[in-house]
């Protein structure tokens, strides 16, 4: 048996080793809440890794691995920052469900996340439809990469999320006694869009 995931939604997850002079002045920058409630609280600094160029280049470098070595995009094109800013969510908070407008892929750099902080998820709305629509939900004997509409992936120091900016995610409550924060960017393509419209043709055959 052969199953193809096909016109899947990729999710880009690695972890580095962050430093501690790092995570000290992420949480010493300046924020302000967001309007809703117990959703947390934003940097001021919307160009954040700007201001920490060895995060920048940790960002920028796994964005580039994302797109040419895991989507293998053409390096005449190339990914760009193009804005950034730091999440900060305190004890009860969480993020609610979002998308990203204004880019084509979207990143997540964890910080400092304590136990029980909170938990990356990803969700399909009702109106995308996967191997089942949101109005029809069969029982399933598990939940698995291919049937679910809901999948969560455990933050840790250092970790790095990346995937296609339309794709609804949020963020589980901060269960925990100390403070989260991450660093989230949207990346944009740029350089020589300039090839010819084609058709492409997978051919499938089987093993």
């Not at 070595?69 to 469900?97: F, M, T, Y």
């Not at 979207?106 to 910080?111: A, K, S």
């Amino acid at each position: 048996m052969t199953v193809f995931p096909l016109f899947s939604s990729p999710v880009y997850v690695e972890t580095y080793n962050i430093e501690d002079e790092d995570i000290q002045s992420i949480i010493n920058e300046e924020y302000e809440d967001y309007p809703k409630r117990r959703d947390g609280a934003q940097s001021v600094n919307t160009q954040i890794l700007q201001k920490y160029p060895r995060l920048h280049a940790i960002c920028q470098q796994h964005a580039e691995r994302m797109c040419y070595d895991v989507l293998s995009i053409q390096d005449r094109v190339e990914p760009k920052i193009v804005c950034s800013w730091v999440n900060k969510h305190r004890q009860g908070e969480r993020a609610n469900r979002h998308g990203h407008s204004n880019s084509m892929f979207t990143g997540c750099l964890y910080v400092q996340c304590p136990p029980d902080c909170g938990n990356l998820m990803f969700e399909a709305s009702y109106n995308h439809c996967t191997w089942t629509t949101g109005m029809i939900e069969p029982p399933v004997f598990e939940d698995t990469m291919l049937n679910s509409r809901v999948w969560q992936i455990v933050p840790e120091r250092g970790m790095i999320a990346m995937f296609p900016n339309h794709v609804d995610h949020l963020t589980g409550y901060n269960e925990s006694n100390d403070d989260r924060y991450s660093i989230g960017f949207n990346i944009m393509l740029e350089g020589d869009f300039s090839e010819k419209t084609r058709d492409l043709v997978i051919e499938i055959k089987n093993v």
